[in-house]
């Protein structure tokens, strides 16, 4: 969990928690469950999601090692968001009440804790803008880089070739897009040599370009 965002937490503080494995496709959370606990990723990917009443569903952020499943899970003992495992996944769950006790009363912290709620903020505002704003090629583009530059802080890419277990599906719920849609551009990518996807792995072939594609300044 080296350089995400959660690990000091993990690694660092002496509260009580318990590990938990949760299969592939079960909830880790539901947003209107009422919970004592806290949980972190400790290894797998998963999403935070809110869902309309028709089934549509709105993928907030993927989760990755080291991350909390939600800031908010610090204050509110509801998160108002679902959290379903894509693949299978480990958590560690603090009580709320102890892991509070234990930063409230640690400025340095706090501090680290801060940097967390603002990185937070941070993904929702620039989720707001790709939905906005950007083309579906720039959208596609913008998470794929994205994903790598947070893998690539815990040491989980080699070389160009990063973990990938996102289906078509996924892709489609956190840009907007419909499946079909993420299917063109992805072929597109493929075609034009700037990524190459390989069951649950992805090459980044062509990185300037993908760059130039997702307008990635």
């Known amino acids: 969990m080296i350089g995400s965002e959660a690990d000091w937490i993990a690694g660092t503080v002496p509260v009580t928690s318990s ?5 592939a496709r079960r909830t880790i959370c539901h947003p209107k469950e009422w919970s004592d606990f806290i949980p972190i990723i400790c290894r797998g990917w998963a999403a935070s999601s809110v869902t309309l009443l028709d089934g549509r569903r709105q993928i907030l952020s993927f989760l990755l090692p080291g991350d909390l499943v939600s800031t908010a899970c610090l204050l509110e003992p509801m998160s108002g968001r679902t959290v379903e495992a894509i693949t299978d996944v480990t958590c560690r769950k603090f009580t709320r009440n102890d892991l509070k006790a234990y930063l409230f009363q640690r400025p340095q ?15 929702a505002d620039q989720l707001a803008l790709d939905l906005g704003r950007r083309t579906a090629d720039e959208r596609i583009a913008r998470l794929i880089l994205s994903l790598a530059e947070r893998l690539a802080k815990r040491n989980m890419v080699s070389g160009q070739t990063m973990e990938f277990p996102l289906r078509q599906r996924h892709i ?3 840009t907007g897009l419909t499946p079909v849609h993420v299917s063109k551009v992805l072929g597109e990518f493929q075609r034009a040599g700037l990524v190459e996807i390989n069951r649950r792995s992805l090459t980044l072939i062509n990185e300037k370009e993908l760059r130039r594609a997702a307008d990635w300044r």
């Open 172 to 174: 489609a719920d956190a």
């Open 19 to 23: 590990n938990h494995i949760i299969p």
């Open 109 to 123: 912290l706090l501090e680290k804790l801060s940097k967390t709620w603002v990185e937070e903020r941070t993904q």
